[in-house]
């Protein structure tokens, strides 16, 4: 069974980086698959941030592309996401989620998200 | 980006009857090579992440009951629950994966009524 787990600070100053983590068990980040983070602010609806594929390739949504970097460590089966320069309006529920690699850009396992505030 | 609008935003159904979620898409979201529409339908309840239930805006995600079906071409679909349970109280979603950035719709919530 798929597992995802996000984890990361709850609390992030403006200006600041925030930087999640995704821990991934019963299933290996290298098989043929992406790993894609997705964010939904308290109340609202679901933005796509990105995902990267097992290759190491990413792909970022253009509207966040200049503040964002998704890595994986293979010997952590673990995948990252780095979110600079945050403001008020990056404050959401950050989600990891899998997208497999034969099918199109949607999620059949999800984490269950890790609520980040942006405050002083 | 491609624009996805849901209608309604709320909706209240009595347990037992169907309940019918729109989604429209402001491009179409239909691949000609393959006839595919890059549509997929999510729940998700209180607290929790979104559960996939539709892909292909046709195609059922393993292990869904079959009383959700998913329908619709091009630019315009629609999620059916044909007879509504108790445990389906939840918002809705819809996404796009034909045009990067993928997009969701706003959302609908399905209350009892």
């Known amino acids: 069974q798929v597992q995802l787990q996000e984890s990361g600070p709850g609390l992030v100053k403006p200006s600041e980086t925030l930087s999640l983590t995704c821990a991934v068990s019963?299933?290996?980040?290298?098989?043929?698959?992406?790993w894609g983070w997705i964010r939904q602010p308290p109340g609202k609806g679901l933005e796509w941030i990105g995902n990267?594929?097992?290759?190491?390739?990413?792909y970022y949504n253009p509207s966040l592309k200049s503040r964002v970097a998704i890595s994986a460590d293979t010997s952590k089966n673990q995948v990252s996401l780095r979110l600079s320069s945050v403001t008020a309006a990056d404050t959401a529920v950050y989600y990891c989620?899998?997208?497999?690699?034969?099918?199109?850009?949607?999620?059949?396992?999800w984490g269950r998200g890790t609520l980040v505030t942006v405050s002083s | 980006d491609i624009v996805m609008t849901q209608s309604p935003d709320s909706l209240a159904v009595s347990l037992g009857e169907r309940a019918t979620i729109n989604c429209k898409s402001s491009?179409?979201?239909?691949?000609?090579?393959?006839?595919?529409?890059?549509l997929a339908w999510y729940q998700q309840k209180p607290g929790q992440p979104p559960k996939l239930l539709i892909y292909?805006?046709?195609t059922r995600e393993s292990g869904v009951p079959d009383r959700f079906s998913g329908s619709g071409s091009g630019t315009d679909f629609t999620l059916t629950i044909s007879r509504l349970q108790a445990e389906d109280v939840a918002v809705y979603y819809c996404?796009?994966?034909?045009?990067?950035?993928?997009?969701f719709g706003q959302g609908t919530k399905l209350e009892i009524k």
């Open positions: 989620a899998r997208r497999t690699a034969v099918a199109g850009n949607f999620f059949d396992y």
């Open positions: 491009q179409s979201v239909l691949y000609s090579s393959n006839n595919e529409n890059y």
């Open positions: 292909w805006a046709s």
């Open positions: 996404q796009q994966y034909h045009t990067a950035p993928a997009t």
């Open positions: 019963g299933y290996s980040i290298s098989s043929d698959c992406y």
């Open positions: 990267i594929y097992h290759s190491g390739t990413t």
